[in-house]
Structures are given as structure tokens and as C-alpha cells.
């Protein structure tokens, strides 16, 4: 596609609910990212991938938060038993190679709301 | 953690005037990076300026780089009201390749 596509544009669950939420990159670039951004906040790193592997999940919250990258392409961001907090806006981003001074193109986000 | 800081938090303007905003940071960085965001949702890429680089156009944005004060600026000239959002850097916190670190941001709203 013509940019990075996350679906579903908003979701809302019930608290103590799994939710997955997908990000499908810009075809061909071979990073991808996931950011989180409360309200009136910036991004906060999640994880980010180089191919299929996570190259760094330090930003992963806890274990309920897991993502996957099965064939290099799209990727799943996968939260268990969601709680309030996890309410925010959830960003993916993918660029053509990782490195010093790749830039990052954003998705729309998934608004997740936990009630 | 956020690595940088906007300053100032929110900026009103009339169209036709500049807008400056500033960054700080505190790790040494590989560059740093300028977003702009509409309504809450997805980031759009404005200008990346690198260590070695003092300043960069793109346009009607100027952004400078100042190393040694570990601070960038984002100048947005003769603004419209399509450039109200909301501005954010983000820097690679030093080698942290896929790590992008970003501020709080700058709400700017440009009134007609």
C-alpha cells in the first residue's frame, strides 16, 4: 500500500479482555515499530522489529503486552487481560532499513479504549 | 522516559506570522527528528537534521541544531491555519537505532 495501515482504527473492550491490533507497513521496508501515546503525551516506544525478530522490546510494559512479525511483513500487537490504563492511542511506524538516520513513516493509530 | 523536551507547550499565532519551537534533549544523539500531528493521530515526518548539521530547510521550516546545548529549534515561517497541530521531536537517544524518543510537543494553533 501507499502508507503504513493499522486496523482497526478504534476499538473498544472490556476490561480483562485480549485484543489484538495489526499493522501492515509500507511494503518493502523492513523495520517496523510500535509506539504508544496517551493523551497529552508523546510516543513512548514499545518495540520495534528488524525482519521477523525483535530487535528491542525494552518498551514493552509488562507481560500482557506481546507482539509477533511471523513473515517479516505485517505485525500484530497483542495485549492480554487489558486493564484502563492500557487506554491509549497505539502507533505503528516501518521504515526501509534500520539505522542512524532512517526516517519512520506513522500509521493513522488504533484508538484503544478499555472500559 | 521522554529523552526531549518542547518548549513552549502551546503556541497561539495569527496567519502570516512564525512560529518557533524548541527541543531539548539530554543523551548525545546520531539526529533528531521533527513530527507534526493532527488530531491525536497518525505522525507526520517534517525534517530529520543530523549530529554533524547546524541547520536544515525544508520549505517554509528551518530547523537548527545545537549540539554543544544538547537543543534544536523548528521555525514554521509566514504560518497558515493548516499548520495548527501539534509538533514533536524525537531523537535516537545515541545509537538506539529504532528507539525514537519523543517530547510532550508543541500545541500550535494558527487563527485566520
Known amino acids: 500500500g501507499a502508507g503504513v495501515s493499522q486496523t482497526p482504527s478504534n476499538k473498544v473492550t472490556e476490561k480483562g479482555k485480549y485484543v489484538e491490533l495489526r499493522c501492515d507497513p509500507i511494503?518493502?521496508?523492513?523495520?517496523l515499530y510500535w509506539y504508544r501515546q496517551s493523551l497529552g503525551q508523546g510516543p513512548e516506544f514499545l518495540i520495534y522489529?528488524?525482519?521477523?525478530?525483535?530487535?528491542?522490546d525494552s518498551g514493552l510494559p509488562n507481560d500482557r503486552f506481546f507482539a509477533v512479525r511471523p513473515e517479516g511483513s505485517v505485525s500484530t500487537l497483542k495485549i492480554q487481560r487489558t486493564e484502563r490504563g492500557d487506554s491509549a492511542v497505539y502507533l505503528c511506524?516501518?521504515?526501509?532499513?534500520?539505522?542512524?538516520?532512517?526516517?519512520?513513516?506513522f500509521g493513522q493509530g488504533t484508538r484503544l479504549t478499555v472500559v | 522516559s521522554q529523552q526531549g523536551e518542547e518548549d513552549p507547550q502551546a503556541l497561539s499565532i495569527q496567519e502570516g506570522e512564525n512560529a518557533t519551537m524548541n527541543c531539548s534533549y539530554k543523551?548525545?544523539?546520531?539526529?533528531l527528528q521533527w513530527y507534526r500531528q493532527n488530531s491525536g493521530r497518525g505522525l507526520v515526518h517534517l525534517i530529520l537534521?543530523?549530529?554533524?548539521?547546524r541547520e536544515k530547510h525544508s520549505g517554509r521550516l528551518r530547523v537548527t541544531l545545537d549540539t554543544s546545548k544538547k537543543s534544536s529549534s523548528l521555525l514554521i515561517t509566514a504560518s497558515r491555519a493548516a499548520d495548527t497541530a501539534s509538533y514533536f521531536c524525537?531523537?535516537?537517544?545515541?545509537?538506539?537505532?529504532?528507539?525514537?524518543?519523543f517530547g510532550a510537543g508543541t500545541q500550535v494553533v494558527v487563527t485566520p
Open positions: 524525537a531523537t535516537d537517544a545515541g545509537g538506539s537505532w529504532g528507539k525514537l524518543q
Open positions: 537534521i543530523r549530529s554533524n548539521e
Open positions: 522489529f528488524q525482519g521477523t525478530g525483535a530487535a528491542d
Open positions: 511506524a516501518s521504515s526501509f532499513t534500520m539505522g542512524a538516520n532512517t526516517e519512520a513513516f
Open positions: 543523551t548525545s544523539i546520531n539526529n
Open positions: 511494503s518493502g521496508h523492513t523495520a
